[in-house]
């Protein structure tokens, strides 16, 4: 029996499997944090106001907690 039109017409490959593609964010850049004087010295201040101590031990423990933050 013969085919019919539609039947002829029709593909005979299998549809080709996807790939997925993951988007990812885009990693902003950010501008490095400029340690000014005023940031060392009101993190020295509450330091000092927690534990008391000598002011340029505080001075230097706050220039390294903002240095690592």
Known sequence: MP???TEAA???RTAAKR???RRTKKTETTEP???TWEHV???AY???LEAGGDPLEN???AE???VAA
């Open 3 to 5: 085919r019919k039109a």
């Open 10 to 12: 029709a593909p005979t």
């Open 19 to 21: 790939t997925v593609t």
């Open 33 to 35: 944090i400029v340690l």
């Open 41 to 43: 010295a009101t993190r």
């Open 46 to 48: 509450f330091i000092h």
């Open 59 to 61: 001075w230097l423990r």
């Open 64 to 66: 390294r907690e903002l």
